[in-house]
Nanobody
Framework: QVHLVESGGGLVQPGGSLILTCTVS????????WAWYRQAPGKRRELVAR???????YYPESTEGRFDIARNITKKTVYLRMSNLEPEDTGLYYC???????WGQGTQVTVSS
């Protein structure tokens, strides 16, 4: 059973930065691939970053160069550092074990002037 708690969202101006945190309760954190997703109003949930158990990272084109995913194995925490934010980055952000269907409550990110 996995339990996830996301935090760190908020209102930020275009060009600004935010750091999201996901605290995970699970017995096999280090062996798993973790991911951040977002869902904008009226749109499907989409992957924004992923990190596997070797520490290899993947970003779609929309977030490459602006987002950075990291993890702390000791703290069982996954981070998403977001910079140069755009209004299109607005949405509810979730973390999850990649490939699972278990989600936290999400944290809202709004990019607006």
């Amino acid at each position: 059973q996995v339990h996830l708690v996301e935090s760190g969202g908020g209102l930020v101006q275009p060009g600004g930065s935010l750091i999201l945190t996901c605290t995970v309760s699970t017995n096999n954190f280090a062996d798993s691939t973790w991911a951040w997703y977002r869902q904008a109003p009226g749109k499907r949930r989409e992957l924004v970053a992923r990190i596997n158990h070797w520490g290899n990272k993947y970003y779609p084109e929309s977030t490459e160069g602006r987002f950075d995913i990291a993890r702390n194995i000791t703290k069982k925490t996954v981070y998403l550092r977001m910079s140069n934010l755009e209004p299109e980055d607005t949405g509810l952000y979730y973390c999850s074990r990649y490939g699972s269907n278990v989600w936290g409550q999400g944290t809202q990110v709004t990019v607006s002037s």
